[in-house]
């Protein structure tokens, strides 16, 4: 190796010298200043707002769900249509949406015809029908793309989950050194009695319009 080839590592070498030292410091400084407490929880209680705006609906009403903390459902109304919005946010999940489904609809992928879609630059979502009415169903990842299967939520927790803070917090024990939340959202909206193909394909997409906004608002705000 020439010394031209040693000078052009060596501000690499020095940043990575840096960042472990101050690594090391810190871990120091949280031992010597702040002795061991109790420990925090990882999994604290999600705090919905109680208002999310969606481009030409009303909201009519939120509200927890009982002994749920983490689960917030959202009502809006135009016109005569209704919609609902069921938020549940989750950590260190698998990604499985299908489960999820099945778990809190009684919705079986078997039982219950389901269509995939990928929304370029947003991501997956999965549309079912069960009792009359239309669902939209996906995991809302606080960076990257929407996810439905665990596979698809691994891959993009590691493809955006990871940075510098994050390890820095991990060294020091406060953070997860991945991100692995994930806002499980499930809209719906009731079917018109004439449920043919084009009033299906209509609601379907007023449901991806509603979910573009959900994720707009969502953008940077967790």
């Not at 707002?49 to 809006?76: C, F, G, M, T």
């Not at 778990?103 to 009359?132: C, H, T, W």
């Not at 820095?168 to 959202?185: A, S, V």
Request: aromatic content about 14%; some cysteine.
């Amino acid at each position: 190796m020439t010394f031209t080839d040693k000078t052009k590592w060596n501000p690499l070498r020095s940043f990575l010298l840096l960042f472990l030292l101050g690594c090391s410091l810190a871990v120091l400084a949280k031992v010597l200043f702040f002795p061991i407490k109790q420990k925090k929880s990882l999994d604290e209680t999600f705090i919905f707002p109680k208002n999310i705006p969606l481009a030409q609906w009303q909201a009519e009403k939120s509200s927890q769900v009982d002994k749920q903390p983490n689960r917030h459902i959202y009502q809006y109304q135009q016109g005569s249509e209704k919609l609902t919005i069921d938020a549940v946010s989750k950590y260190r999940f698998d990604g499985g949406v299908l489960r999820q489904l099945m778990l809190n609809y009684n919705a079986r992928s078997g039982q219950v015809p389901m269509m995939e879609k990928y929304i370029p630059q947003k991501g997956y979502v999965v549309f079912f029908k069960k009792d009359k009415k239309l669902y939209l169903s996906s995991c809302l990842n606080p960076a990257g793309e929407s996810t439905i299967t665990d596979q698809q939520f691994v891959k993009n927790r590691y493809r955006h989950g990871l940075s510098l803070e994050r390890t820095f917090f991990w060294i020091l024990g406060e953070k997860d050194i991945f991100d692995g939340r994930c806002l499980w959202t499930t809209i719906s909206t009731p079917l018109p009695a004439n449920d043919d193909e084009k009033a299906l394909a209509q609601n379907i997409a007023k449901l991806e319009k509603v979910w573009l906004d959900w994720g707009t608002f969502w953008n940077g705000r967790w």
